[in-house]
Every structure is written in C-alpha cells, then in structure tokens.
C-alpha cells in the first residue's frame, strides 16, 4: 500500500491530493511580514479600543471588584520582593540543561523552570550541523532574491517556512525529544483530555538573521498568542484559562495547566502572525554565537506573576502622574516611588476601553509607561550567551523582546521552533499547514501570497520520506499516528484518533 506521503506526492494524481486541498483550503491572510504583527513595528499608536471592551473589562470583574482589589495590592507588593532578585541574578536567573541530561534532570532545574518559564538546553544539534544549516540558508536565500522580509532594505527576519534546513531542523530527532521533555512539565487537571505532550505537532515558522548593527528589528516587550484574546470570553475565556485571577486568586493561578486552553481561541480577528495552534512553548534554534547586546532575546522570568499583572493591568489606573488623556505621563514619572506606591493606584470605577498594549489583530505589547510595576527596564534580561545548535524556550504566556540594537561583531541567527503538543485543535492547524507545504505558500497565520512556490530548491512533499523519520513526517501530518500503541493513557489514544481524522487518514 503506498504511504500516506506517497498517496501526497504532487506529481502523482491523486484523489487523496484533491480531497486535502478541497477540505483544507481557506483564505490567505493578507501579505505582510513580521512588522504587521506588531503596532510598535508597523508604526501605529495604542489607542483606546472600541467600547464593546469596556463592557467586557466591566462582566469579567463584577461582583468581584473587592476581592481583586486585594489581590492587585498583594500582587503589588510581591513584584516589589521578586525584581530586585532577578536584577541581581541577570542572565543566571534563566536554567540550563545539557541535552544529554535530558533523562535526569536536576530538581534544580526542574523548580526554576516551573518558576520561571524560561530555559536554555544546550547542544540540540552539534555546532558543525548548526552551522551547516545556516550557510545552506545562506545559499537558498542567495539563489531566491525575491524572497519577502523585513526590514525591506536590509533583511533580518525572512519569510521563509519551507526551506530543507527548516524541515531537517523541525523534525530531528533530538529537536522533538526536547519538546516531548519540555512539554512534559505541563499537565491536565482532567486525566481524559485529549491532548499528547509525547507526540508533538510541527509548526512552520521563520527564521531570523539579525545583522550587527540593526536596530530596526526592534521589538520590544510583548507576549504573543493573541492579545485582546486573553480577555475576551470568545479567546482565553472559552477554557477559563485566567479564572482565578478574574476570581481574585492570582496566587492560584496554574500557568502549566493544559486542559483549560484546549478551547482557547487565540486569534480572534486573522491577524498576520497570530498564531491559531497551541504553543506551549515558543522557542529557537540558535545558528549562531550570540551573546546579551548582540541582538539576542531578552525574557522577563516573572510568568505566572508578570501574567497577573499585564491582565489586571487595565482595570487599575493612577491617581497622579497621568497625562490629559487618562494615561502615564513619561517614563520618568512611572519610575519614580511616589508614582508606584500601591496608595496612587485606584480601581476604575467605571470600566474604560483600554487594554494597555492590545490592539485587535496584533501581539500584545508592553512598556515600562503602560506597565511600570512590572519595571521592564530592569526586569528584562538577556537570555545567556548561546552557541549553534543550543535551543532556547520560554513559556507562551511569558513576555519577551529582543535587543533594541544589534550590538555584536557577527550575525545573530535563529530557527523560530515552538513546542506544540498534539490537540484536535492543533491537529486542525497541521491540515491548513500541510496544504500550505504542498503549494509552497507561507505557513497559514502568515502574510499570504506566492511565498515559496516558485522558489529554486524548495522541497518538495515527495522529498520528504527521504528527508526525515517517521516521527518528523508524523509530526508534520504527513502520516498518520499509532493510536493501537500499548500503554497509552484514554486521553492520550483519544487525541490520536481525532487526530489521524481530521487529518484524513480515516473515517
């Protein structure tokens, strides 16, 4: 019988090919590159939203106005205990593990993970593989001039998902034993959810070759995954993802708790670069040495704390230090004591339409003026330098930004890698992806248009039983999963099955 990536095969006709592309096919974002996923980046201005938001700050709080109020101030005092820490300890906040230690890690390690969102597991791949990979990047790119980027004039971030480096990296073996090992330290309140962190899901994202001296690819603070979606009943609120800290209990809280976010709706409004899978980890695969300065990524390791805040954040405003339209006046004022003190902060009385940083169709963003308890000038630190072939993770719900200013002597290079587990949901996005790879178009939460298709070298889906192993090719949704396996868990063997169904390999 052939298999499945056989039966996908564009120069074969086939039923199977048509079927895929007729289930799957939906309308491509609009064209765009990473600078419209983001106002700061796209030169925008946050502006107050529309007033159906003001009605949806005023139903998530009612009747729990006295409780959250308590919460804010403890939650306030805590940030002023827990910043000074990590300002001392920089860099060394972030745990690492060699890869080789996957199968006993330190409790240390596994405490400060759960605490801090963040890690660095060193040695993925060898640094001569690592760098191999970017040079034939270095190549694809050079014979395909027409490939989309940004910025224009001097290309850092590439829009590129389809590219041999970018599959082989994707789906080696020891890239998916690190996320069956990260995702792992999630887990579901409901024993039979259908969910699998031991089978991940492939998701094509882009690469980035950030040049000494950029400092357009400036992106500062902000946590993808939606951003008006975290607060919103139709988003985050379909699993009640956040109902303790809407129910005054941020202390309770469980940023590694799975099962609420398998309803979760994360992209509400089809913005380019909003990511419609479950992610629970975003991540990179480092091509390059790149050290803090050097256009690296800088995380804010507070997680479940800093996630309190930036929620609770727009339903609180300042007594004095706020400019004529309601908002903090400069970043000198929001730093100064007086501004911070929990007895200048009041609960709005009356809802407004602000949510600090959140624009429809856009990440959510954050500043030390929007968010000033949360002192991102000082809070913000560079993850530790980095060799090729080193991955580095954090948590979706975690706040990250990357150097304003390329600092460094060499290229800071990067494969954008998340962790995805399998879900019925994430199964729903590999469909719209695979058919995304089969034409060569971008990854579907992309900028539309031709992307790859008409690139020299792309690979092609009948390359792929040659290209990588079985666990990769499932990985992508290119064969089907064993849910007959022995020893899995109701849940578990559940997920596959969907799985396997959405994906048309039967029923």
């Known amino acids: 019988m052939l298999s499945t990536l056989r039966s996908l095969r564009p120069s074969v006709p086939s039923r199977l090919v048509t079927r895929f592309r007729t289930a799957a096919t939906q309308a491509q974002k609009r064209a765009g590159d990473i600078s419209d996923a983001f106002v700061s980046l796209s030169g925008q201005q946050f502006t107050p939203l529309a007033p159906e938001y003001a009605d949806l700050k005023a139903r998530l709080i009612k009747g729990n106005e006295d409780v959250i109020r308590a919460s804010w101030e403890r939650l306030l005092q805590d940030l002023r205990s827990e910043i000074p820490l990590i300002v001392e300890l920089g860099s060394k906040v972030i745990p690492e593990i060699d890869f080789k230690d996957l199968d006993d890690a330190p409790e240390t390690f596994n405490k400060e993970l759960r605490k801090r969102g963040v890690a660095v597991v060193r040695g993925v791949v060898s640094e001569q593989e690592a760098l191999r990979w970017k040079e034939d990047l270095r ?294 992806q695979r058919e995304c790879f089969v034409d060569g178009t971008p990854s579907p939460d992309f900028g539309g248009g031709v992307g790859e298709s008409e690139h020299v070298g792309r690979v092609t889906v009948g390359e792929m039983e040659s290209l990588v192993d079985g666990e990769g090719r499932r990985a992508m949704g290119l064969e089907a999963w064993d849910s007959g396996e022995v020893g899995l868990r109701e849940g578990v063997r559940e997920v596959l099955d969907r799985g396997n169904k959405v994906l048309g390999f039967y029923g």
């Open 139 to 432: 190549e694809y790119i050079r014979q395909n001039p027409q490939t989309k980027a940004f910025p224009a004039d001097n290309p850092q971030v590439f829009e590129l998902y389809w590219s041999r480096v970018q599959l082989l990296a994707r789906a080696h073996p020891n890239m998916l034993k690190t996320h069956r090992f990260l995702m792992s330290y999630w887990h579901t309140a409901d024993p039979h959810a259908p969910i699998s962190t031991q089978h991940p899901t492939s998701y094509a994202d882009r690469l980035r070759m950030r040049l000494p001296g950029d400092a357009k690819f400036a992106l500062g603070p902000h946590v993808d995954g939606g951003s008006v979606e975290r607060w919103d009943e139709r988003g985050y609120g379909l699993g009640g993802v956040y109902k303790d800290i809407w129910a005054g209990r941020w202390e309770a809280f469980d940023p590694w708790e799975a099962s609420c976010r398998l309803r979760v709706v994360s992209d509400l409004h089809q913005g380019v670069g909003a990511c419609s899978m479950f992610r629970m980890f975003q991540g990179w695969l480092s091509l390059s040495h790149t050290g803090p300065f050097q256009g690296t990524l800088l995380v804010n390791p507070l997680l479940a704390k800093a996630t309190a805040y930036y929620l609770l954040r727009p339903f609180f405003s300042p007594r004095k230090g706020v400019d004529a339209g309601g908002q903090t006046a400069s970043e000198a004022v929001s730093s100064s004591d007086a501004f911070l003190e929990t007895a200048n902060w009041r609960m709005d009385t009356e809802p407004s339409s602000w949510i600090q940083g959140a624009t429809p169709g856009h990440g959510q963003e954050l500043s030390h003026v929007l968010h000033p308890h949360l002192q991102l000038n000082e809070s913000m630190v560079h993850v530790p330098t980095v060799r090729p072939g080193d991955y580095v993770a954090w948590h979706c719900d975690t706040i990250h930004a990357v150097d304003k200013m390329h600092a460094g002597a060499s290229d800071s290079s990067v494969l954008y890698i998340p962790a995805c587990p399998l879900t019925e949901a994430n199964a729903r996005g590999l469909k719209r």
